[in-house]
């Protein structure tokens, strides 16, 4: 593949700092392309080492998100997934760690035939060859390349490199490139200060890329003066210098951009045919998030509470369950471990408690004193992964007796081990994609909450051939005990749903368990967040939310909608 056919890549990089927002920029493009009618995808390159954001710790790299197809990437492709409304794969995602890999193994192979290999051509070759598989996949008619990390980093200049030669391949109408940069405010001469963009411009000149376009990051609109001057200086026309300042909403960012051009610069760069786009969904969701109808006060007990990114898809899920219900959703983060060591009273304030996922046994303890409390106080409940577990052994020990329960995660000693490793994982030696990963089938009980949630998708999967059957994202190790689900059933707890096809295991892995006696109570194995999407909510989050909103409003839960 040598990008031949007449697939169109713009290309994004960041300078100055990291963190700016290239994973906005990037989305908010796709989402304005994809409103025009275009098929779009997108790829995040990631110069670490790592093979992919699997074994990395959630306060050093935030988020790791799970595609369809199982691969554990970095967060900006849940970002893509959630402004263009698509699946993306493993060969979104693009890694130093993967690139070298790849080479080696062909290099011990013989593939280069005893060459000597080298950065070039060998490596940039392979950098290049991903971003072409990643657009003939997908039958993208354009392919959005972000590439992390700033211009001038060291690890960055094979990628830099490789998206300077598409170009010369593929030819100038073909690529665009577009530069994000920070452009500070200095209080002291009350002026914004233009030279750091020079710099990162010149820099990027430096390794053969002349940006067609700048993304300036900025607290506040972008004065015409200012404008004019980076243009002047960076060789850049006035009309692709565009103003990405502070957005009171992320879903407010396609329209600033696209209210300043950036899609005609797209159109007249890239000879598109010029389209009025759809934006409705847009402009609706903004509304709401500027005047909810309602609001609710959520507090989620986690372990990495002090880094909000490591939860990062399940936040934006809460604010389309939000949307969806016309209210407000106000997160509070609690620390499992101080809801462990202290009082309750603190989740008194809650409209809903939400426990996400998480690995090791640190406040493990207080997580299931939170999934008690909403248990027993009739608060809305929603679990999610791990959040299912704490949910079972909390039930486990004091409403089906069995004193002591507890996952071998966390105990192995434990005299009833309700939660246990999968028999698959057993004889698993390394980490990194190695749990439970991707997309898995749900088979719905009847007659459940979990129906009630997921009935429009329940329509759609019968006349699609799969009755009873829903697909969410997985990333576990560990389970329900199947040696436990009848005492479990026999004291109340209700299975929603299971996976089918493993009726040997106790009629099937559990994926979801709920209780018949309460306002909202809602544990499910999967993460749902995970495809939560602007324009399709998560079912499991848009129930929560809207039971939290009765519960605030101190109304019956409503009859969740088809």
């Given at each position: 593949?040598?990008?031949?056919?007449?697939?169109?890549?713009?290309?994004?990089?960041?300078?100055?700092?990291?963190?700016?927002?290239?994973?906005?920029?990037?989305?908010?493009?796709?989402?304005?392309?994809?409103?025009?009618?275009?098929?779009?995808?997108?790829?995040k390159i990631d110069p670490y080492i790592n093979?992919?954001?699997?074994?990395?710790?959630?306060?050093?790299?935030?988020?790791?998100?799970?595609?369809?197809?199982?691969?554990?990437?970095?967060?900006?492709?849940?970002?893509?997934?959630?402004?263009?409304?698509?699946?993306?794969?493993?060969?979104?995602?693009?890694?130093?760690?993967?690139?070298?890999?790849?080479?080696?193994?062909?290099?011990?192979?013989?593939?280069?035939?005893?060459?000597?290999?080298?950065?070039?051509?060998?490596?940039?070759?392979?950098?290049?060859?991903?971003?072409?598989?990643?657009?003939?996949?997908?039958?993208?008619?354009?392919?959005?390349?972000?590439?992390?990390?700033?211009?001038?980093?060291?690890?960055?200049?094979?990628?830099?490199?490789?998206?300077?030669?598409?170009?010369?391949?593929?030819?100038?109408?073909?690529?665009?490139?577009?530069?994000?940069?920070?452009l500070p405010y200095l209080g002291s001469s009350e002026e914004y200060k233009?030279?750091?963009?020079?710099?990162?411009?010149?820099?990027?000149?430096?390794?053969?890329?002349?940006p067609d376009g700048l993304i300036l990051r900025s607290r506040s609109a972008l004065p015409p003066e200012a404008r004019s001057k980076i243009a002047l200086f960076t060789n850049v026309e006035v009309d692709a210098v565009f103003s990405a300042y502070d957005a009171d909403h992320v879903y407010a960012v396609p329209e600033m951009l696209e209210q300043q051009g950036i899609a005609k610069?797209?159109?007249?760069?890239?000879?598109?045919?010029?389209?009025?786009?759809?934006?409705?969904?847009w402009h609706e969701a903004v509304r709401v998030l500027r005047q909810p109808e309602a609001s609710v006060n959520i507090g989620v007990v986690g372990k990495y509470v002090a880094m909000p990114d490591a939860y990062l898809s399940l936040m934006e899920a809460l604010k389309h369950a939000g949307i969806a219900n016309r209210a407000r959703v106000d997160i509070d983060w609690v620390s499992a471990e101080a809801v462990a060591d202290g009082d309750l009273d603190q989740l008194s304030a809650f409209d809903g408690v939400l426990v996400p996922g998480g690995f090791g046994v640190r406040g493990i303890e207080g997580k299931v004193r939170a999934a008690r409390f909403a248990r027993e106080e009739g608060v809305p409940f929603l679990g999610i992964c791990l959040g299912l577990q704490v949910a079972v052994i909390d039930y486990a020990r004091h409403v089906a007796g069995l004193e002591g329960a507890n996952s071998t995660e966390f105990d192995p000693y434990t005299p009833h081990p309700?939660?246990?490793?999968?028999?698959?994982?057993?004889?698993?030696?390394?980490?990194?994609?190695?749990?439970?990963?991707?997309?898995?089938?749900?088979?719905?009980?009847?007659?459940?909450?979990?129906?009630?949630?997921?009935?429009?998708?329940?329509?759609?999967?019968?006349?699609?051939?799969?009755?009873?059957?829903?697909?969410?994202?997985?990333?576990?190790?560990?389970?329900?005990?199947?040696?436990?689900?009848?005492?479990?059933?026999?004291?109340?707890?209700?299975?929603?749903?299971?996976?089918?096809?493993?009726?040997?295991?106790?009629?099937?892995?559990?994926?979801?368990?709920?209780?018949?006696?309460?306002?909202?109570?809602?544990?499910?194995?999967?993460?749902?967040?995970?495809?939560?999407?602007?324009?399709?909510?998560?079912p499991p989050f848009t129930g929560f939310i809207r039971a939290a909103v009765a519960r605030r409003r101190g109304d019956a839960v409503a009859a969740v909608p088809a």
């Amino acid at each position: 593949m040598d990008g031949s056919h007449e697939t169109k890549y713009v290309f994004v990089t960041g300078g100055v700092v990291s963190s700016l927002g290239k994973g906005i920029a990037t989305s908010s493009i796709g989402a304005l392309l994809r409103t025009r009618g275009y098929r779009v995808t997108a790829v995040k390159i990631d110069p670490y080492i790592n093979v992919d954001a699997g074994t990395m710790r959630p306060y050093e790299h935030g988020e790791v998100f799970v595609t369809e197809d199982g691969a554990e990437t970095d967060l900006d492709i849940g970002t893509y997934e959630r402004f263009l409304d698509i699946d993306l794969g493993r060969s979104n995602n693009v890694t130093t760690g993967q690139v070298y890999q790849a080479v080696i193994q062909k290099e011990r192979q013989g593939v280069y035939l005893s060459q000597t290999v080298q950065v070039i051509p060998h490596v940039t070759d392979e950098i290049k060859a991903r971003i072409y598989q990643a657009g003939e996949e997908s039958n993208a008619e354009i392919v959005l390349v972000e590439v992390g990390g700033t211009v001038g980093d060291i690890e960055s200049l094979p990628f830099l490199e490789a998206i300077r030669q598409v170009r010369f391949e593929v030819g100038r109408d073909r690529t665009l490139y577009l530069h994000v940069t920070l452009l500070p405010y200095l209080g002291s001469s009350e002026e914004y200060k233009t030279k750091p963009t020079q710099h990162s411009v010149a820099t990027l000149r430096g390794v053969g890329i002349q940006p067609d376009g700048l993304i300036l990051r900025s607290r506040s609109a972008l004065p015409p003066e200012a404008r004019s001057k980076i243009a002047l200086f960076t060789n850049v026309e006035v009309d692709a210098v565009f103003s990405a300042y502070d957005a009171d909403h992320v879903y407010a960012v396609p329209e600033m951009l696209e209210q300043q051009g950036i899609a005609k610069l797209l159109e007249r760069h890239l000879k598109l045919e010029r389209v009025t786009p759809e934006l409705r969904v847009w402009h609706e969701a903004v509304r709401v998030l500027r005047q909810p109808e309602a609001s609710v006060n959520i507090g989620v007990v986690g372990k990495y509470v002090a880094m909000p990114d490591a939860y990062l898809s399940l936040m934006e899920a809460l604010k389309h369950a939000g949307i969806a219900n016309r209210a407000r959703v106000d997160i509070d983060w609690v620390s499992a471990e101080a809801v462990a060591d202290g009082d309750l009273d603190q989740l008194s304030a809650f409209d809903g408690v939400l426990v996400p996922g998480g690995f090791g046994v640190r406040g493990i303890e207080g997580k299931v004193r939170a999934a008690r409390f909403a248990r027993e106080e009739g608060v809305p409940f929603l679990g999610i992964c791990l959040g299912l577990q704490v949910a079972v052994i909390d039930y486990a020990r004091h409403v089906a007796g069995l004193e002591g329960a507890n996952s071998t995660e966390f105990d192995p000693y434990t005299p009833h081990p309700v939660i246990d490793l999968m028999p698959e994982q057993l004889e698993v030696d390394g980490m990194g994609g190695t749990m439970r990963l991707g997309s898995w089938p749900m088979r719905v009980s009847p007659g459940t909450l979990l129906a009630e949630l997921y009935a429009g998708r329940l329509e759609a999967a019968a006349v699609a051939g799969h009755p009873s059957t829903v697909f969410e994202r997985h990333r576990h190790r560990y389970e329900v005990n199947p040696a436990y689900v009848d005492a479990l059933k026999a004291a109340g707890l209700v299975v929603g749903g299971v996976t089918p096809g493993m009726e040997g295991r106790g009629g099937g892995l559990v994926e979801a368990v709920e209780l018949s006696d309460h306002p909202f109570f809602l544990g499910v194995q999967s993460h749902p967040e995970f495809t939560s999407r602007l324009m399709r909510p998560s079912p499991p989050f848009t129930g929560f939310i809207r039971a939290a909103v009765a519960r605030r409003r101190g109304d019956a839960v409503a009859a969740v909608p088809a």
